[in-house]
């Protein structure tokens, strides 16, 4: 069973980078699939940030994509999200979540993390 | 603002059918484009429910179904359950500037 779990800061100041990690358990990144992000602002539907295919390319939400990085690790068997530049609108619950294929669907998610923006 | 359209709520007694529409464009259902579904229990992550319109992952009810016409796709519920109340999402793949994949603007079911 794979499993994902985010980690990272809860809180972080206008203006500033905020950085998110998924650990995936139960498969290997490196053995294919791709990754992506996904997030909710309270109260509000879901949003499409962006995504990274195992051997490393990247696509990303075009309302996004000049503040958004998504990396992988697969030493440590992780991606993460760095999205720069935040403001309050940014305030969400973020989701790490794996896709099967290219008609993007995502089959795994992780439980989700709430990252608020705010001085 | 999202270019797949839902409606807002939907709701039905125990046991009725419901259905839930995702209305789209040229560039994106009415392209071709596979269409999925999501669950989203309250204070949970989303659920994939169906995925490429109409299959059904693993462990999912048959109650649930998808397809898809021209430039909308639907999600139908069967014999509804007092569990089904929770949000659904459509997804699918936009190939104009509003993004590579978007999701719906999300139905809310309520069991009456």
């Known amino acids: 069973q794979v499993q994902l779990q985010e980690s990272g800061p809860g809180l972080v100041k206008p203006s500033e980078t905020l950085s998110l990690t998924c650990a995936v358990s139960?498969?290997?990144?490196?053995?294919?699939?791709?990754w992506g992000w996904i997030r909710q602002p309270p109260g509000k539907g879901l949003e499409w940030i962006g995504s990274i295919y195992h051997s490393g390319s990247t696509y990303y939400n075009p309302s996004l994509k000049s503040r958004v990085t998504i990396s992988v690790d697969t030493s440590k068997n992780q991606f993460s999200l760095k999205l720069s530049s935040v403001t309050a609108a940014d305030t969400a619950v973020y989701y790490c979540?794996?896709?099967?294929?290219?008609?993007?669907?995502?089959?795994?998610w992780g439980q989700g993390t709430l990252v608020t923006v705010s001085s | 603002q999202s270019v797949l359209t839902q409606p807002p709520s939907v709701s039905g007694a125990p046991g009725q059918r419901v259905t839930i529409s995702c209305t789209g464009s040229s560039s994106n259902i009415g392209a071709g484009y596979d269409v999925h579904w999501y669950q989203q229990l309250p204070g949970t992550a989303p659920k994939l429910l169906i995925y490429g319109n109409s299959n059904r992952p693993s462990g999912v009810p048959d109650r649930f179904s998808g397809s898809k016409s021209g430039t909308s796709a639907s999600l139908a519920i069967t014999g509804l359950q007092a569990e089904d109340e929770a949000d659904y999402y459509c997804?699918?793949?936009?190939?104009?500037?509003?993004?590579?994949?978007?999701f719906g603007t999300g139905t809310k079911v309520t069991v009456l």
């Open positions: 139960g498969y290997s990144i490196s053995s294919g699939y791709y």
């Open positions: 997804q699918s793949y936009d190939s104009s500037l509003s993004g590579l994949y978007v």
């Open positions: 979540a794996m896709c099967l294929d290219s008609s993007g669907y995502y089959y795994y």
